[in-house]
């Protein structure tokens, strides 16, 4: 293609600085292909933080170029910003790629990992191909990244791939421009790169020529096989086997949380599931998450899957690996959990993995390609159409989201207690953690302070100012404390729910005044007691509190959390009620005494909770009288409830709005307890009764949102918090706002729940800052 000359007055030259995640994602090549493309001359290259372009001709084809660099960005690449200007022509006639400049700018962002794109799966299965079969294949557009990285810049020697020298072929690929693994870090072939292994109960190897044929044999004879993943291992079996499943979940200490499980293609998802196309592009992403969705009744899976659940967790194949595993088993679904015994933190090293796993697996199949930050899978759900994630981890982090504001000192905001991640904030972007569990966990704490070390150090932050939740107790209230008093930097305690709301701002780019509900299990209130559920008048910077549910005694505190019978039975006397609705199995003994406790108000805090009521209403319903793992009882009282017929959706038991203290209006649930045990004793299905338990909580909703608007002319709500997680609420209440007339904005990108906190914390530090709403 012929060039304008410089001389010409159709010849112009521009100056572009991207960014965003734009290095170690392949767009130095995609910058210098389209170049080409459209006829310009000039160059690209990495600065620290950035990408720098100079691009030259006509000026229609630099107005292409500019658009091009965001709308066909390569896969892992998020480009946050492009600025340009105008330069003088230099009659330059070739477009090539430069060396990194050094400069003083801010560390770059860095991708996460992403699935194996279609043209690595092609060679894969292409027996002429060099890499035929090889399970580590990879290029700019797919494999590992956030995981192996260990420091910045993004290079092979930074990277746990270093101890791989790459051989003549891969090094030709990794230096030409113009090839798909131009600087692809994890770039290797059979010939130069990781190895699997197979390992015996005992962490022995085994003289397994084909280690991963030796893994599929076990998994066909029913055995349980740790696998070695991109964040860490899972344990693995057959999902249709009862007994393996079953003595899966006996090892690992899991006894009724469901199962995910692991397909290669999504027509085998799609024989177990019924998929809306929002499910189907979720599974199909890069980001490949856990999908929820509802079960087919011909799902040939074990009951032991997921037991009662209408719902699947569903991952597509992401790997290399899990390709050539599921196809060595005729696609057969298999259960892949984390490799970890329950409540501890997911196995991602070799020797830990001998050490932790060797009693829950037969077999380990694993490899010497090192993982240096473990990493969960992310959990995703459709909700009323659109996605609601629960679990944000691998895929997902560690990629920036603007804060809307520029700081003027970088910030750390350190998270809740349970599903914890943490949050740095520099100059308009929030770094969100990935998922890093319940920080009750001596390990997981540990593990938490690591990752926080890790990112300060990746990302070239040193917080200035740490923010932490109200909550005098929580892990990470006492991490901060002793990081404040040994760097000398000041901290700001921020209340629970408020976070919660400002999450969703910050994900939304919202600013205030707006109402706010956050409704979830507990959370410490600015007035010292327990909250959870809550209606506000908010901005990012201010908060008061203007509605709440009746609060709700918890005889025995946190043990009431666990055992939902006590809150039901607070909630009956609560009502005037007495006992003898929580049936005859309970222990009678425990039953007296919990009524002693309520009655004296020993033990016994009061919280304004959602999700305590729920856990009431679960328990008056039958569904679940003690709860195993965290939010079981709301979680089974949906799945009930989506049993019902939606006619139920239409009738809504009564409740009272009442004055508080302060002004704030009081909902008041005792009229809805009373008669929601009328109907059960009536023999009405607890089904159509947990229907209509949403449904009164949906219309509970709107009417407080009327009444509030009302009172301060605001049409835009937030939902938030953990209770927003359940989607047969959220489809309600959308349904209703809406048909109100006003706005509504839940979480999607980030959970609802604790683990999106951080961000709500982080905003709120920022607005403060800022002097801003």
Known sequence: MSLPQASSPEIERRAFVVTGVVQGVGFRPFVHRLAHELGLSGFV??????????AEGAPHALEAFAVALTQ?????????????????????????????????????????????????????????????????????????????????????????????????????????????????????CPACGPRLVLLDASGQPLPEPEPLLGAAAALRAEQIVAVKGVGGFHLACLASSERAVAELRRRKGRDQQPFALLVRTLAAAAELCELTPEERALLQSPERPIVLAPRKPSAAVAEAVAFQSPLLGLMLAYTPLHHLLCRALDDAPLVMTSGNPSHEPIVYEDADARRRLAPLSDRTLTHDRPIHLRCDDSVVRISHGAPCTLRRARGAAPRPTPLGVVLRRPILALGAQSNASFALGRNDQALVSHHLGDLANAAAELDFRRAVAHYERLFAVQ???????????????????????????????????????????????????LLGLAWDGTGLGTDGRIW???????????????????????????????????????????????????????????????????ERGLNCPHASSAGRLFDAVSSLCGVRHVSSYDGQAAIELEWLASRAPAVDDSRAYPYELAQGENGAHVLDTRPLIV???????????????????????????????LVLRAEHGLTRVVLSGGVFANALLVTGVEKRLRAAQFQVFRPQRFPPGDGGLCLGQLGIAAAHEAGAS
Not at 472 to 481: E, G, K, S
């Open 675 to 705: 008669a929601l045990a009328s109907e059960l004793r009536r023999g009405v299905a607890p089904a159509r009764v947990a229907r209509r338990f949403h449904a009164t909580l949906a219309a509970l909703i709107l009417d407080v949102c």
């Open 45 to 54: 290259r990495n600065r620290a933080g950035e990408v720098q372009v100079e």
């Open 532 to 598: 959870g559920g809550e209606f506000f008048v908010c901005d990012r910077r201010s908060v008061r509190r203007v509605a709440h549910l009746r609060e709700l005694g918890l005889p025995g505190g946190e043990r009431a959390i666990r055992e939902p019978w006590r809150v039901a039975l607070a909630a009956l006397l609560d009502a005037g009620l007495g006992p003898e609705a929580l049936g005859e199995h309970l222990d009678r003994t425990a039953l007296r005494v919990a009524c002693r406790m309520l």
């Open 72 to 188: 066909r960005a390569p896969p892992l690449a998020n480009v946050a910003a492009v600025r340009f200007a105008p330069l003088t022509a230099h009659g330059q006639t070739e477009f090539t790629i430069l060396g990194s400049e050094d400069s003083p700018a801010p560390a770059p962002f860095f991708a996460p990992d992403m699935a194996t794109c279609e043209r690595c799966l092609q060679e894969l299965f292409e027996p002429r191909d060099r890499r035929f079969r090889y399970p580590f294949i990879n290029c700019t557009d797919c494999g590992p990244r956030f995981t192996i990285i260990e420091s910045a810049p993004y290079d092979r020697e930074r990277t746990t791939m270093r101890g791989f020298a790459l051989c003549g072929a891969c090094r030709a690929e990794y230096e030409d421009p113009r090839d798909r693994r131009f600087h692809a870090e994890p770039n290797a």
């Open 463 to 513: 917080p200035e100012l740490l923010v932490h939740d109200l909550h005098p107790d929580y892990a990470t209230t006492a991490f901060a404390r002793e990081l404040a008093a040994e760097r000398g930097i000041s901290r700001l305690a921020v209340q629970h729910h408020h976070a919660h709301v400002v999450s969703c701002m910050v994900e939304h780019t919202l600013a205030g005044p």
